[in-house]
């Protein structure tokens, strides 16, 4: 015990068991609240909430606190995802069915299409387009793709035949041993250095991760970037209203998208072969 005495915190001195589920229910908590979250996200697109004003008013009350408020395309990485199927599995095997878990992990397994389901709606189909991807890993500051939202959505995107403009600081080159950068069937997929060579000349843009070189463009940029000014934003970075008054149509999770400038034909995207 005396290695720990520097640090200054409880010690807590429980059995093998008793200190697994202890690690197990803590991440698997915190899924909950981001599950939690995204749910009640949904909810309020169709009664005309915003899911930034409850989180807000959420958080005032000290039994539920302020941290995993934030609603997005749901949780990836190593831990989460693991533990809450661990868990899951656990209690299977004993005959026992953990169903806040379960539908923790149903939640987030639906979530990370959300995006791309309401731009499907828009657009109907991605052929021919030029689609800006921005952020490849599933949190900012690492390349770790497990269980990213962008490994769920750019397969469809390539399938239906668009041309995907990727961008993300570091995790470009793990995504690429999985999508080569090619150009040839309907689809293509091409990495890029900036965000702005992503945007530029794009028909439409998806916010996969909250990268800091992606919270610093402006609304205006997005605008002046773009052919069609049409983003979809599963980190809730801008203000909607900022966004409108650009001149951008916006959908994010959980509030009102900004559909100012609706654009019904996007021109398709001639792909430059070298």
Same mark, same amino acid.
């Given at each position: #015990? ?16 008793? =200190? ?8 698997? !908590? *915190? ?9 009640? =996200?949904?909810?309020?697109? *169709? ?10 008013? #959420?958080?005032? &009350? %000290?039994?539920? /606190? ?7 395309? @749901?949780?990836? @990485?190593?831990? +989460? ?11 299977? %095997? ?15 397994? &639906?979530?990370? #299409? ?11 189909? +991605? ?10 890993? !599933? ?20 399938? %239906?035949?668009?041309?995907? +403009?990727? !961008? ?6 793990? +995504? ?10 309907? /689809? ?12 530029? $000349? ?23 970037? #773009?052919?069609?000014? *049409?983003? !979809?934003?599963?980190?809730? *970075? ?6 409108? $008054? ?25 792909? %430059?072969?070298?």
């Amino acid at each position: #015990m005396t290695i720990y005495e520097p640090f200054h915190l409880p010690i807590v001195s429980v059995n093998r068991r008793s =200190a697994e589920m202890i690690k197990y229910a803590s991440n698997d !908590f *915190l899924a909950l609240k981001i599950s939690y979250m995204n749910d009640i =996200a949904n909810l309020c697109e *169709l009664v005309g909430a915003d899911i930034n004003d409850v989180a807000k008013g #959420m958080s005032y &009350d %000290q039994r539920i /606190g302020s941290k995993f408020l934030n609603a997005g395309v @749901g949780y990836g @990485g190593s831990c +989460f995802p693991k533990d809450t199927k661990a868990l899951e599995y656990i209690a299977k %095997q004993l005959g026992y069915q953990l169903r806040t878990v379960k539908a923790a992990i149903d939640v987030n397994k &639906d979530q990370k #299409m959300v995006l791309y389901k309401k731009a499907s709606k828009r657009l109907i189909t +991605f052929s021919g387009l030029k689609v800006a991807v921005l952020g490849l890993t !599933f949190k900012p500051g690492t390349d770790d793709l497990r269980e990213a939202a962008s490994l769920e959505n750019v397969p469809l995107l390539l399938e %239906q035949g668009a041309h995907v +403009f990727a !961008f993300d600081p570091v995790g470009a080159d793990n +995504f690429a041993k999985i999508y080569p950068e090619s150009d040839k069937g309907r /689809g293509s997929i091409t990495y890029v250095s900036s965000a702005e060579q992503a945007l530029l $000349e794009a028909n439409v843009c998806f916010i996969f991760t909250e990268w800091g070189e992606v919270r610093a463009i402006t609304p205006a940029q997005y605008k002046q970037w #773009m052919r069609t000014p *049409l983003v !979809f934003d599963g980190r809730n *970075l801008y203000n909607v209203d900022e966004m409108q $008054e650009a001149g951008v149509e916006y959908y994010s999770i959980g509030r009102k998208p900004a559909t100012i400038g609706v654009i019904k034909e996007p021109h398709h995207f001639e792909l %430059q072969k070298s």
